[in-house]
T-cell receptor, first 112, second 112 residues
Framework: QKEVEQNSGPLSVPEGAIASLNCTYS??????FFWYRQYSGKSPELIMS????GDKEDGRFTAQLNKASQYVSLLIRDSQPSDSATYLC????????????FGQGTELSVKP | DAGVTQSPTHLIKTRGQQVTLRCSPK?????VSWYQQALGQGPQFIFQ???????QRGNFPDRFSGHQFPNYSSELNVNALLLGDSALYLC???????????FGQGTRLTVV
């Protein structure tokens, strides 16, 4: 089992729709979770962090965390073509010195 | 406020050579982590520096070494380059473990 798993996609949604990106993790003691957006050829850009169970909203983005199910998700409302990118889920490995462990990323394509 | 800066942005080296990559963290950050990202994969943790010491290390051979200077900037050195070392090398800085990490623009290393 991979430490952080994401569907590689590609996930294709029409413009204006809600994009739902999912991530599961194996380390039960992890406390910090992050979503990064990475455009092709560029470096990852932090878009959301979440530390407590429940939802956290920031503009069109909502991060959801369920520690009991070891599941974190990212919702993008009113998706725009400019949201087309690879979305990386990162989990702090608390029992491995706090390093970030990344999933392989989900490629999102928003069609006009 | 300057973010994380890396140099150089692109580099071409011959197999067997040595390379040094540089990173300046975001202002106020004292922890620097290095990642390797192969095409189509999530970033893989190489090591992390704090207070000029290597605090954590990922599953990378001893050919990969680093250093952190008193001003918190850092270097990544790779000896005896292999073709498989071709990747995007990313530096990330943070205030402390488990908090938000911000990436530089990366160094694209090509080994020929």
């Amino acid at each position: 089992q991979k430490e952080v798993e994401q569907n590689s996609g590609p996930l294709s949604v029409p413009e204006g729709a809600i994009a739902s990106l999912n991530c599961t993790y194996s380390d039960r003691v992890s406390q910090s979770f992050f979503w990064y957006r990475q455009y092709s050829g560029k470096s990852p850009e932090l878009i959301m962090s979440i530390y407590s169970n429940g939802d956290k909203e920031d503009g069109r983005f909502t991060a959801q965390l369920n520690k009991a199910s070891q599941y974190v998700s990212l919702l993008i409302r009113d998706s725009q073509p400019s949201d087309s990118a690879t979305y990386l889920c990162a989990v702090e490995a608390r029992n491995q010195g706090g390093k970030l462990i990344f999933g392989q990323g989900t490629e999102l394509s928003v069609k006009p | 406020d300057a973010g994380v800066t890396q140099s150089p942005t692109h580099l071409i080296k011959t197999r067997g050579q040595q390379v040094t990559l540089r990173c300046s963290p975001k202002s106020g950050h004292d922890t620097v982590s290095w990642y390797q990202q192969a095409l189509g994969q999530g970033p893989q943790f190489i090591f992390q520096y704090y207070e000029e010491e290597e605090r954590q290390r990922g599953n990378f051979p001893d050919r990969f070494s680093g250093h952190q200077f008193p001003n918190y900037s850092s270097e990544l050195n790779v000896n005896a380059l292999l073709l498989g070392d071709s990747a995007l090398y990313l530096c990330a800085s943070s205030v402390e473990l488990g908090t938000e990490a911000f990436f530089g623009q990366g160094t694209r290393l090509t080994v020929v």
